[in-house]
């Protein structure tokens, strides 16, 4: 090449730098993430920019308010005021109330019930026997189906739901999908009358700029009466009565009531974006808002990069500035940016009991040397951290003064607060509550407690390596 071509390979590289340096600052509002791709889009201009545009471009948000279905109203009909709302919840969460109708403008199902469920052995059964009575319709969305001993029960399931006459639509996300090989795909295609959907599938090049955004939600609805919600997906591992390879513990919870038509509308949403048509009436909305079956008000917090994400994420803080006595969180992956490590460092400060249950040993490499790099701040300031035995722990549970209970497919770490397609559900029951507190007091005695001595003055060598793990906290 002579001078002239390199002087306009060189031209072309700094517009190139210039422009994408201008997308990020009109785009990005986290500073940190900012700095960090304008500092590659100028050390290494190529491979910076490049990447840039394949990862760092947020394309959702434009294309889900393209497929968005307009004709859905935002708000459940329970027929009761907000005032009258506010009535049937304890007294200390009426700011808390207030601050998640500012974060997600959705009111609050009343007259559910709900039940935790331990594992795959308690909940699967349930599931399956739930679909196999079905005669309307199933809906199921996951991030993991795998096509194994758990996944094969759910299609023989399916198969009976089918000849009663129910409608099946899946949806499972393009990355989770191929946990197994081979994947569920084709057993469920197999199945006349369901509906298989893909929500952004990986393989294909067009969709790898949104290889880092993924649904993450778990969401299983039967006739519209009966639904499982939580963070458990389908896997043998959660079979731990029939010893898998590799156990996980895990929670989900059984929900019967008006919530499930804020879940039902939550999938509807999902199938449309995955390129599938609206297949719910207005008239059916309503009349699957009047169901009633037991007495906690509650609704779902969906999140996701396709619009105001950070929900999950302040409805936690601002659950934590509400808390007044105990705040207990269970989660399998712990890398909260700094603004949640401090309003957990505040809320223990001002007195409230925080504890943080996470697993001894994670079953991604790396990640329990980033979370441990965060545990010298957290256990200063008094907040007690536990590591449960194996098997590996996948629960999902925030529990705030035994009255105000949030679980769902959220992990406590950027990925899920900020990235991931996630959905919530936050429930106002002291019956609740207990029941989940018993579930993680069992979990805590079988945990150890972290010491603070432990970390006050690790070896040199264990902290430049946990701080070099966390450095990789957007993308574990």
């Known amino acids: 090449m002579d001078i002239f071509s390199w002087t306009l390979a060189g031209i072309f590289v700094v517009t190139m730098q210039i422009t994408v340096t201008v997308h990020i600052m009109l785009h990005k509002d986290d500073v940190p993430s900012a700095i960090g791709w304008t500092g590659l889009v100028w050390l290494a201009p190529v491979i910076g920019c490049v990447a840039y545009v394949i990862l760092g471009i947020n394309r959702v948000r434009r294309k889900a308010l393209r497929l968005h279905n307009g004709n859905i109203d935002i708000f459940t009909l329970t027929g009761k005021t907000a005032a009258e709302i506010e009535k049937e919840i304890p007294p200390s969460f009426l700011?808390?109330?207030?601050?998640?109708?500012?974060?997600?403008?959705?009111?609050l199902s009343l007259g559910n019930h709900v039940q935790p469920l331990l594992n795959g052995d308690e909940a699967y059964p349930r599931m399956c026997a739930a679909i196999e009575k079905a005669h309307k319709q199933v809906l199921i969305a996951s991030y993991i189906f795998n096509n194994d001993k758990a996944g094969q029960m759910f299609v023989?399931?399916?198969?009976?739901?089918?000849?009663?006459?129910?409608?099946?639509?899946?949806?499972?996300?393009?990355?989770?999908?191929?946990y197994s090989r081979p994947n569920i795909a084709a057993a469920v295609k197999k199945i006349k009358e369901v509906e298989f959907s893909v929500f952004l599938p990986s393989k294909s090049p067009v969709n790898l700029p949104f290889v880092n955004l993924r649904n993450h939600r778990k969401i299983m609805i039967i006739d519209n009466e009966t639904a499982f919600f939580g963070g458990m997906n389908v896997a043998e591992g959660n079979l731990l009565s029939q010893h898998p390879k590799e156990p996980i513990q895990d929670v989900t919870f059984e929900v019967k009531g008006a919530v499930i038509e804020q879940m039902a509308r939550l999938f509807e949403e999902d199938w449309i974006f995955s390129g599938k048509k609206p297949f719910t009436s207005h008239a059916e909305r309503l009349q699957q808002a009047s169901f009633a079956y037991g007495t906690t008000p509650a609704r779902i917090i969906p999140d996701g990069p396709d619009g105001d994400y950070g929900k999950i994420e302040r409805l936690c803080m601002g659950a934590l500035s509400c808390a007044q006595k105990t705040a207990s969180i269970v989660t399998p992956y712990f890398l909260p940016e700094n603004e949640m490590l401090a309003s957990l460092e505040t809320a223990a400060m001002r007195g409230v009991e925080v504890e943080i249950i996470l697993p001894q040993k994670s079953n991604i490499f790396g990640m329990d040397w980033a979370m441990q790099a965060n545990f010298r701040r957290l256990l200063s300031k008094g907040i007690k951290i536990y590591r449960t035995a194996p098997p590996f722990d996948h629960s999902k549970l925030f529990l705030v003064d035994e009255a105000w209970l949030f679980v769902g497919s959220a992990n406590w770490d950027v990925r899920s607060f900020k990235l991931n397609f996630e959905s919530n559900m936050e429930c106002f029951d002291s019956a609740l509550a207990k029941k989940v507190r018993t579930i993680i007091e069992a979990k805590k005695q079988k945990a150890v407690r972290v010491s603070y001595e432990k970390h006050l003055r690790p070896p040199l060598f264990r902290t430049l390596r946990d701080n070099a793990f966390r450095l990789l906290t957007p993308y574990y």
């Open 95 to 107: 700011q808390l109330l207030r601050l998640g109708h500012k974060v997600h403008p959705q009111y």
């Open 156 to 178: 023989h399931a399916l198969k009976k739901a089918v000849q009663n006459g129910a409608k099946v639509r899946m949806l499972i996300d393009g990355v989770g999908l191929n």
